[in-house]
């Protein structure tokens, strides 16, 4: 008698999957959000009509003019077709643990901007960086895209050691022409990249997504032995002591606070993503948009 074979989940069946559960969290509410927190980075000429007084003099159209012998002037709109990139940390320190480790919750997320994207016909793309860029798909418009970026991560080689987020953030600017809105997603366990940060944010838009794996909450479990998952170096802790456990909290929140000054002081916005993926994006939405409307 045969049996049925067991279903091996595949990297394009996984894909679909994390997609699909995107999609149910984009509402039209969501979409709206998005709208209103990320703008159009330029306007675009739509027509020409008669001069009317207060208009600006540098758009009047002088063929039209000289044609017609009436003054008229160009009319814009607001480019709304988005340039996104979302820049992830590669590194392993990235996928130290499950797939609740830091990189999960990057597919997570790059499915979700992802989704949002596609609702709004808007660019996506990617660079994927360790010490250095180990690949580039530039923003690019419709449905095939996030399938692309998606298995392009899911394939990611997962041995790179150490990050470099100060030279991915410079080969982005090289690289990145005209402005876009640039997430960057990391546990950012990385050298000094304030420079590089300043520059980008001069021509882009950039979102820091301090990504925390499931050992920014340690419970006790009495002695522990931790890896690094890029220096090999072990350390036992007794996650007994509760000054053990208070001070590994402290830690926590001095790096969050940190990194968030880094983004204030540098042009850049900033959000943790320790458990749910989406909340934290919808909170930095509301707040942009209460910007906007100030």
């Not at 016909?121 to 895209?145: C, H, I, M, Q, V």
């Not at 005209?178 to 960057?184: M, R």
């Amino acid at each position: 008698m045969r049996t049925a074979p067991r279903y091996i989940p595949t990297r394009t069946s996984e894909v679909r999957r994390i997609q699909l559960r995107s999609r149910r969290l984009v509402t039209g509410d969501l979409m709206g959000q998005y709208r209103s927190a990320f703008r159009g980075t330029g306007l675009v000429f739509t027509d020409i009509r008669e001069y009317q007084p207060g208009d600006d003099v540098k758009h009047i159209h002088w063929k039209a003019t000289a044609r017609t012998g009436k003054v008229f002037v160009k009319s814009y709109e607001e480019d709304r077709q988005l340039r996104v990139l979302l820049a992830v940390d590669a590194s392993a320190s990235m996928r130290a643990l499950d797939s609740k480790a830091s990189f999960g919750k990057a597919l997570e997320f790059t499915s979700l901007i992802g989704a949002l994207t596609q609702g709004g016909n808007d660019l996506l793309g990617l660079s994927l960086f360790g010490k250095e860029t180990l690949s580039y798909l530039p923003p690019k418009s419709g449905a095939k895209r996030i399938q692309q970026i998606l298995s392009a991560l899911m394939g990611a080689d997962s041995s790179h050691l150490g990050t470099d987020i100060g030279a991915g953030l410079k080969q982005i600017s090289l690289t990145l022409r005209k402005p876009s809105i640039v997430f960057v997603l990391s546990d950012f366990f990385s050298t000094d990249f304030h420079d590089e940060l300043r520059s980008l944010s001069a021509v882009h838009d950039v979102i820091l997504v301090q990504l925390e794996s499931a050992l920014g909450k340690i419970e006790d479990c009495g002695l522990v032995s931790f890896v690094d998952a890029e220096s090999g170096e072990h350390v036992v802790v007794d996650t007994s002591a509760k000054s053990v456990r208070d001070g590994w909290e402290a830690a926590l929140q001095s790096r969050r606070i940190a990194l968030h000054d880094v983004a204030r002081r540098n042009g850049a916005d900033h959000i943790v993503i320790s458990e749910n993926t989406m909340q934290p994006l919808l909170s930095l939405m509301k707040e942009r948009a209460r910007r906007i409307a100030r």
